[in-house]
């Protein structure tokens, strides 16, 4: 069963702390996105990468950085957690071509900042 | 004005009912029109993707998609108590590599036994 693994489903970090989420996919896909979900908001896309090294800003990155070392692995660094980071962070991967319609989704890391 | 709205909810209906998710859109460049499902405490899942305009059918599970309106429509026939999850809406222009996908905020739907 192909997946998106994120490495942890609950964190509770303090202001200040640097915070990585881990996220790996095992289907060999050439994009990989970081979201973060709040109520009413949505979606919202923090980072994107198109390939390895690769980086894109998306809607919200102020606050975060990425680093996408290998094509299977794309982690997600806050550098200096605050309280409006609070948040339920979502990885996901597609293909090249499916970019527009094809992503698949781990299962989530709530993180709380306290 | 947001890119795209949807109905927040929540939805409840009876099990067996036909039920009607909506969004609307305020960029007529989207041309790939996507619905994800999303259980509690997990992430999205692709449930169906339509290009362009027109109708979509797979099992209980039909997509409809009206441009000139800037309307998507999901509906769901002889709704079961496991179709109890939030649907998201999610769209996007295409045409490279990489498009971004903005997505609905969701509609929560509880189906009741």
């Known amino acids: 069963d192909v997946k998106v693994t994120q490495s942890s489903r609950y964190l509770v970090k303090r202001t200040g702390e640097k915070v990585f989420l881990e996220c790996v996919q095992d289907?060999?896909?050439?994009?990989m996105f970081w979201y973060r979900q709040d109520p009413g908001l949505g979606l919202r896309l923090i980072y994107f990468s198109y390939d390895v090294k690769m980086k894109e800003k998306g809607d919200i990155p102020e606050g975060y950085s990425v680093s996408r070392e290998k094509k299977e692995r794309f982690s997600l660094i806050l550098e200096s957690a605050s309280t409006n980071q609070t948040s339920m962070y979502l990885c996901?991967?597609?293909?090249?071509?499916?970019?527009?319609?094809?992503?698949?989704f781990g299962s989530g890391t709530r993180l709380t900042v306290v | 004005q947001k890119e795209v709205e949807q109905d927040p909810g929540p939805l409840s209906v009876p099990e067996g009912a036909i039920v009607s998710l909506n969004c609307t859109y305020s960029n007529s460049a989207f041309q790939y029109f996507m619905w994800y499902r999303q259980y509690s405490r997990k992430g999205p899942e692709l449930l169906m993707y339509t290009y362009s305009s027109g109708n979509k059918e797979d099992g209980r599970f039909t997509a409809q998609v009206d441009k000139s309106s800037k309307y998507i429509s999901l509906f769901i026939r002889d709704s079961q108590p496991s179709d109890s999850a939030t649907y998201l809406c999610?769209?996007?222009?295409?045409?490279?590599?990489?498009?971004?996908?903005?997505f609905g905020p969701g509609t929560s739907l509880s189906v009741i036994p």
């Open positions: 996901a991967s597609s293909q090249r071509d499916r970019a527009n319609y094809g992503y698949t």
């Open positions: 999610a769209m996007s222009q295409g045409g490279t590599s990489y498009d971004k996908v903005i």
């Open positions: 289907m060999d896909h050439e994009n």
